[in-house]
């Protein structure tokens, strides 16, 4: 059974910081791995999608990378903002085609 | 283009009631997925629909329903409702499932059960 965890649950870091956050999951089948973004009382922005063939996907100041071996993918934010602050959510897809979801990591960036 | 589309935003519902929530999935996608959200969890998975048959189910009791019409959207129906329900719900739209594909996800319905 498909288990995906995430540390740190939650963590609280000054304007400007290098943030890495973890997700590892026990099943290295998958078809790919989301990044998912949720402010407080809303639904999920998907932030990048890794395939299983991928090491790693980048956009803006996101980059997430994929170890499927090893069971763990890394979510790294630079500069960080207070707009940044939110939960972010990774989740795996195996092949039952339903998402596995890590209980999040809750963020504040602060000025 | 619009996303995945969710009604209603709230809902506030009696203990022992019924329930049903609507979703558009984003276009171009065929296949939804409901979730529930719990405070401070993960979704979790309730079933995901296609070509209208429920193709599978997670742990969730028959009192959750659904329901996939022929322009791929959806309904989840709550059959007597308890406390316990209280959640967020999620939809999401995807093509069928390879490794390029992702889900879109909607705004949620807010549902408490009183």
């Known amino acids: 059974k498909q288990e995906v965890t995430q540390i740190p649950a939650a963590l609280s870091v000054p304007e400007g910081e290098n943030l890495v956050l973890n997700c590892s999951f026990t099943?290295?089948?998958?078809?790919?791995l989301q990044w998912f973004r949720q402010d407080p009382g809303k639904g999920l922005t998907s932030l990048l999608l890794?395939?299983?063939?991928?090491r790693e996907q980048t956009s803006g100041r996101l980059n997430a990378s994929l170890d499927k071996s090893s069971g763990r993918s890394t979510l790294y934010i630079a500069a960080s903002q207070p707009g940044d602050s939110a939960t972010y959510l990774c989740a795996v897809r195996g092949d039952t085609d339903k998402l596995i979801f890590g209980t999040g990591t809750r963020l504040q960036v602060f000025p | 283009d619009a996303g995945v589309t969710q009604s209603p935003t709230h809902l506030i519902k009696t203990r022992g009631q019924q329930v049903t929530l609507r979703c558009s999935p984003k276009s171009g996608h065929d296949t939804v997925s409901w979730y529930q959200q719990a405070l401070g969890q993960g979704p979790q998975f309730i079933f995901q629909?296609?070509?209208?048959?429920?193709?599978q189910r997670g742990n969730f009791p028959d009192r959750f329903s659904g329901h996939q019409f022929p322009n791929y959207s959806s309904e989840l129906n709550v059959n007597a409702l308890l406390l316990g329900d209280s959640a967020l719900y999620l939809c999401a739209s995807s093509y069928p499932p390879s490794a390029a594909s992702g889900y879109t996800f909607g705004s949620g319905t807010r549902l408490t059960v009183v």
């Open positions: 890794i395939q299983s063939s991928q």
């Open positions: 099943d290295s089948a998958i078809y790919n």
């Open positions: 629909y296609y070509e209208e048959e429920e193709r």
